[in-house]
């Protein structure tokens, strides 16, 4: 039972760098999405997706982007690193609310980003 | 500027306590509450939830309370044991829509 996967678990980028936090899911849920997770801050939603071909705008969607070209992956991607990105990201999945009207939500182990 | 507003930050029991976490939300829209709970170096996981229908929920020894006037909601964990010592989430979501918006988080610490 994977559930959601992220990668890497841990990664140190530069200021400019660039990067693709990867995420998949093996449970067919329409929703994806990011949060970043800041102390102080919880989780923010970063951006999200409720289908394939579908992405749309969280909280904080500045400096981020995302494609959802598949049903389980959700890739999220930093063109150009800055230290005010260093965080522990959170991919996390559900079905959409018209089929499960709860909306739980799964998430992944995280991925710790720092930027220097 | 948060949806979800937590409150404490953090929280010291000792065992055997009732630590209460609190949160407070604005939009109207809201009608899922759920409540996560985080181990260090693990992600969020689901612990119980509450719509707005109903006042109280109770799972083992968790409960939610909820007063739709006043727009708040809390989690009550009975009888709490040093394995309850985690991070806390409230959050919410709005009918039809899965975007969950988040509280700042409660660190709770039981103590042996």
């Known amino acids: 039972n994977a559930g959601v996967t992220q990668t890497p678990k841990f990664q140190v980028l530069k200021t400019g760098q660039s990067m693709t936090l990867q995420c998949a899911q093996d449970?067919?849920?329409?929703?994806m999405s990011w949060y970043r997770q800041d102390p102080g801050m919880g989780l923010r939603l970063i951006h999200y997706s409720v289908g394939a071909g579908i992405t749309d705008q969280g909280e904080v969607p500045n400096g981020y982007n995302v494609s959802r070209s598949t049903t389980e992956d959700f890739p999220l991607r930093l063109l150009s690193a800055a230290p005010s990105q260093t965080s522990v990201y959170f991919c996390?999945?559900?079905?959409?609310?018209?089929?499960?009207?709860?909306?739980?939500?799964?998430f992944g182990e995280g991925s710790r980003l720092t930027v220097l | 500027q948060q949806q979800v507003k937590q409150s404490p930050q953090s929280l010291i029991v000792q065992k055997g306590g009732i630590p209460i976490i609190n949160c407070a939300y604005e939009?109207?829209?809201?009608?899922?509450f759920p409540w996560y709970q985080q181990f260090p170096g693990k992600g969020p996981a689901l612990l119980i939830a509450i719509r707005p229908d109903v006042s109280e929920k109770k799972e083992g020894r968790f409960t939610i309370s909820f007063n739709k006037s006043a727009k708040q909601f809390s989690l009550h964990i009975m009888d709490s044991q040093p394995g309850d010592s985690a991070t806390y989430f409230c959050a919410a979501s709005p009918a039809n829509n899965n975007d969950m918006r988040f509280g700042a988080g409660t660190r709770l610490t039981v103590k042996p």
């Open positions: 996390a999945s559900s079905y959409s609310r018209w089929r499960q009207n709860t909306g739980e939500l799964f």
């Open positions: 939009n109207t829209a809201f009608d899922y």
């Open positions: 449970m067919n849920h329409e929703y």
